[in-house]
Every structure is written in C-alpha cells, then in structure tokens.
C-alpha cells in the first residue's frame, strides 16, 4: 500500500494459498496484460484463459509468459478442457497444454455430463504432472443438485488431487451457488462450508454484491474468481474495507458504535 492504515484486515501474500483472486481474461490485448500487471500484480494470483478464447488470440503464448513472469498462475477455460474431451482428444488437450507452458488444468463438466468417478480418475491422471482446479457444478440455469451432492463432489474431487474446487457461477454470475437474479444461495453455501474448507473453494463471485456477500462471510482472505480486469482493485478495496459497502467490516466495535449511522 502507498500508506499505512490502522485497523486494516491482515491479506496473504504472494504466493498464497488463500485469498486468491482469479481474474477472467476473455481476449485481452498484449497492451491490456501489460496493463492488468502494471496495475494489479500483486493483487492477482491466477488467471483464466475464459471458455475457448485461447483457440483464437494469437498472442496467447505471449500472454501466458507475461503473466507467468508476474508471478501469476494461467490456465485455459473447463469448457475448451471439455471441448477435448467430448471429442476425445486428451492426448491433444495435452500437448496443447504443455505449448503454451502451463502448469495448471481445470477439470469441469458444466456444459456436458462426466460420470464423477471418471472426472476424480482425470483429475488424478492430472494431478500427476499439473496443479488442478475442479469445477462444481452445471453451466445451465434450471439444473439443481442438491447441497449433499455438492459436498460429495467437492470432497472427492479434493480427495482426488484438486488443488482448488471451483463453486460454478459462470461470468454471468446467475448459475451454480447464484439464484437466476444474482443472489447468493445462502443455505447451500452454508451447508458446503460445514463440510468443506472455505479456503480450499474458489468462489466465482463477478458482481459485486457477490464479492461483498463472501467478504462479509468468510473475511478479506476468501478466494474469489472470475473477477473482471478491470475490477481488481475495487476488489482488493471490499477485501480491506476501503469501500463503503465493507467499510465498517475491520473496524473495532468502539469506532463502529461511534461513528455507524
């Protein structure tokens, strides 16, 4: 920070385990990374090569090794993972992988169906050689699974060699953990986390009210992803309470009492 401030939450630092922030690029230019990690290197610890964006940027390979230089994890989209695998070309996926010098996977099946005993065997085969990221849950609005299949899947799949399971929202941020109109699904959320460590979700929160649904719950260091570009560090403000809607979050009952309209 360019100052000190009392009272402020304590963040992780890179290279953390918690409190991750994941961004989306969705085709940025080779200017915008240079962007993204002039303006928000030290706030931004992954990032997403959203959906199949990467089938088409040219510049991909130069992205990846900017990204990488700043400390920053790359991965390519769940749905280009599935986009392989339906067509069964794992060995492809592979190498693709492998050329643009990425260590890290995610293993989804939120746009088509994987029996779960077979996505934990792909996650294992993965977890050999990459650091794997697993998504949890359907892409599409209408599809509930219930919060005791939410827990089993995430148990497995961390059982099975996930890194991090990722709770589905998609960058609409309306499937998966969310309510058609944006809202939190608190019961279901409350249910994984008696069940499963906070710090080993990553929580795909891309609006606000999202964001500071999980700051208030789980604290400054709560994972968060599909965070846009251009919102990390109004991010990392909600994270320290240096935005109104956590402002009063860190502060010591004695000052929120005093000054709290």
């Keep these: 920070m360019n100052f000190k401030l009392k009272h402020l939450p304590e963040r992780t ?6 409190g991750l922030t994941m961004v989306m690029d969705k085709g940025l230019s080779i200017r915008q990374a240079e962007d993204l990690i002039d ?6 610890d992954i990032v997403k090569l959203g959906f199949g964006t990467s089938a088409f940027a040219s510049n991909v390979k130069e ?15 769940g749905t280009l993972f599935e986009a392989f695998y339906v067509r069964g070309q794992m060995d492809d996926y592979k190498k693709y992988v492998d050329s643009l010098g990425l260590d890290t996977v995610e293993i989804s099946d939120g746009s088509m169906s994987i029996a779960h005993d077979v996505k934990c065997e792909i996650i294992a085969d993965f ?40 709770a589905e929202a998609r960058e609409s941020g309306t499937v998966g953990i969310y309510r058609p109109n944006g ?45 846009a570009e251009n919102e990390v560090i109004p991010l990392e403000c909600l994270r320290l309470g240096l935005r109104g809607d956590t402002f009063f979050d860190p502060l010591p009952e004695n000052l929120v009492t005093k000054f709290k309209a």
Excluded at 13 to 18: D, M, P, S, T, V
Excluded at 39 to 44: E, K, R
Excluded at 189 to 207: F, M, Q, T
């Design 63 to 77: 992205k990846v090794k900017l990204y990488k230089k700043a400390d920053m994890r790359v991965y390519v989209g």
């Design 13 to 18: 630092k890179k290279n953390r385990n918690h």
């Design 127 to 166: 977890a050999k050689n990459y650091k794997v990221l697993s998504e949890v849950g359907s892409k599409e609005e209408g599809i509930l699974i219930s919060p005791a299949r939410w827990i089993k899947m995430m148990q497995h799949e961390l059982s099975a060699g996930s890194w991090k399971v990722i």
């Design 39 to 44: 303006s928000a290197s030290d706030q931004v």
């Design 183 to 227: 809202q939190a699904h608190v019961m279901l959320i409350n249910k994984i986390i008696k069940n499963v460590n906070p710090e080993d979700i990553l929580w795909e929160a891309p609006k606000k009210p999202q964001q500071v649904y999980f700051i208030k719950q789980f604290g400054a260091n709560v994972n968060l992803g599909n965070i």
